[in-house]
Nanobody, 118 residues
Framework: QVQLVESGGGLVESGESLRLSCIAS????????MSWFRQFPGKERELVAS????????NYASSVKGRFTIFRNNAKNTVFLQMDSLKPEDTAIYYC???????????WGQGTQVTVSS
Protein backbone atom coordinates (compact mmCIF):
# COMPACT_ATOMS: atom_id res chain seq x y z
CA GLN A 1 0.00 0.00 0.00
CA VAL A 2 0.99 3.60 -0.51
CA GLN A 3 1.44 5.65 2.62
CA LEU A 4 1.48 9.43 2.63
CA VAL A 5 2.76 11.48 5.52
CA GLU A 6 2.26 15.23 5.55
CA SER A 7 4.24 17.67 7.61
CA GLY A 8 5.02 21.34 7.76
CA GLY A 9 1.79 22.76 9.08
CA GLY A 10 1.69 25.20 11.91
CA LEU A 11 0.61 28.59 13.09
CA VAL A 12 1.68 31.66 11.16
CA GLU A 13 0.56 35.23 10.78
CA SER A 14 -1.08 36.74 7.74
CA GLY A 15 1.39 37.30 4.96
CA GLU A 16 3.82 34.67 6.13
CA SER A 17 4.74 31.44 4.40
CA LEU A 18 4.71 27.74 5.05
CA ARG A 19 5.94 24.80 3.06
CA LEU A 20 4.06 21.56 3.40
CA SER A 21 5.70 18.26 2.59
CA CYS A 22 4.19 14.92 1.77
CA ILE A 23 6.43 11.90 1.69
CA ALA A 24 5.16 8.85 -0.14
CA SER A 25 6.22 5.29 0.44
CA UNK A 26 5.09 1.85 -0.62
CA UNK A 27 4.54 2.58 -4.29
CA UNK A 28 6.12 3.90 -7.43
CA UNK A 29 5.90 7.62 -6.89
CA UNK A 30 6.08 8.50 -10.56
CA UNK A 31 2.90 6.51 -11.21
CA UNK A 32 0.87 9.00 -9.23
CA UNK A 33 -0.70 12.35 -9.78
CA MET A 34 -0.20 14.20 -6.54
CA SER A 35 -2.59 16.73 -5.11
CA TRP A 36 -3.10 18.88 -2.10
CA PHE A 37 -6.57 19.28 -0.69
CA ARG A 38 -7.77 21.26 2.24
CA GLN A 39 -10.76 21.02 4.48
CA PHE A 40 -12.30 23.88 6.37
CA PRO A 41 -14.37 23.18 9.48
CA GLY A 42 -17.80 21.99 8.46
CA LYS A 43 -16.86 21.86 4.77
CA GLU A 44 -15.94 19.17 2.32
CA ARG A 45 -12.40 18.77 1.17
CA GLU A 46 -11.50 20.94 -1.77
CA LEU A 47 -8.70 20.72 -4.26
CA VAL A 48 -5.90 23.19 -3.68
CA ALA A 49 -3.37 22.09 -6.27
CA SER A 50 -2.34 19.09 -8.30
CA UNK A 51 0.70 18.07 -10.24
CA UNK A 52 1.24 15.40 -12.85
CA UNK A 53 3.59 12.50 -12.35
CA UNK A 54 6.49 14.22 -14.07
CA UNK A 55 5.67 17.66 -12.76
CA UNK A 56 5.01 18.93 -16.25
CA UNK A 57 1.54 20.25 -15.49
CA UNK A 58 0.04 21.86 -12.44
CA ASN A 59 -3.42 22.97 -11.50
CA TYR A 60 -4.52 25.38 -8.81
CA ALA A 61 -7.71 26.46 -7.19
CA SER A 62 -8.53 30.05 -8.02
CA SER A 63 -8.33 30.97 -4.37
CA VAL A 64 -4.64 30.08 -4.15
CA LYS A 65 -3.41 30.78 -7.66
CA GLY A 66 -0.44 33.09 -7.55
CA ARG A 67 0.19 32.43 -3.88
CA PHE A 68 0.70 28.67 -3.65
CA THR A 69 3.06 26.49 -5.64
CA ILE A 70 2.98 22.74 -5.89
CA PHE A 71 6.10 20.90 -6.87
CA ARG A 72 7.54 17.44 -6.48
CA ASN A 73 10.89 15.81 -6.06
CA ASN A 74 10.48 12.37 -7.53
CA ALA A 75 13.93 11.31 -6.38
CA LYS A 76 12.77 11.84 -2.82
CA ASN A 77 9.19 10.65 -3.29
CA THR A 78 7.99 13.97 -1.98
CA VAL A 79 5.46 16.53 -3.06
CA PHE A 80 5.49 20.02 -1.63
CA LEU A 81 3.06 22.85 -1.30
CA GLN A 82 4.75 26.20 -0.94
CA MET A 83 2.25 28.59 0.56
CA ASP A 84 3.09 32.27 0.40
CA SER A 85 1.09 35.32 1.36
CA LEU A 86 -1.04 33.24 3.66
CA LYS A 87 -4.40 34.57 4.70
CA PRO A 88 -6.62 33.66 7.63
CA GLU A 89 -9.02 32.08 5.16
CA ASP A 90 -6.32 29.57 4.30
CA THR A 91 -6.73 28.06 7.75
CA ALA A 92 -7.63 24.43 7.24
CA ILE A 93 -6.40 20.91 7.48
CA TYR A 94 -4.30 20.17 4.43
CA TYR A 95 -4.13 16.69 2.96
CA CYS A 96 -2.04 15.22 0.23
CA UNK A 97 -3.50 12.72 -2.16
CA UNK A 98 -1.94 10.25 -4.54
CA UNK A 99 -3.96 9.19 -7.56
CA UNK A 100 -2.62 6.47 -9.76
CA UNK A 101 -2.27 7.53 -13.36
CA UNK A 102 -3.77 4.39 -14.87
CA UNK A 103 -5.56 2.53 -12.10
CA UNK A 104 -8.47 3.60 -9.95
CA UNK A 105 -6.39 3.80 -6.84
CA UNK A 106 -6.29 6.75 -4.47
CA UNK A 107 -4.44 7.28 -1.22
CA TRP A 108 -4.70 10.03 1.35
CA GLY A 109 -2.38 11.36 3.97
CA GLN A 110 -3.37 12.02 7.55
CA GLY A 111 -3.52 15.78 7.17
CA THR A 112 -1.62 18.66 8.69
CA GLN A 113 -3.15 21.70 10.31
CA VAL A 114 -2.42 25.14 8.92
CA THR A 115 -3.59 28.08 10.98
CA VAL A 116 -3.15 31.65 9.84
CA SER A 117 -3.82 34.38 12.34
CA SER A 118 -4.93 37.90 11.51
Amino acid sequence: QVQLVESGGGLVESGESLRLSCIASGGTFTNYIMSWFRQFPGKERELVASITSTGSKTNYASSVKGRFTIFRNNAKNTVFLQMDSLKPEDTAIYYCKAKHTSVTLDFWGQGTQVTVSS
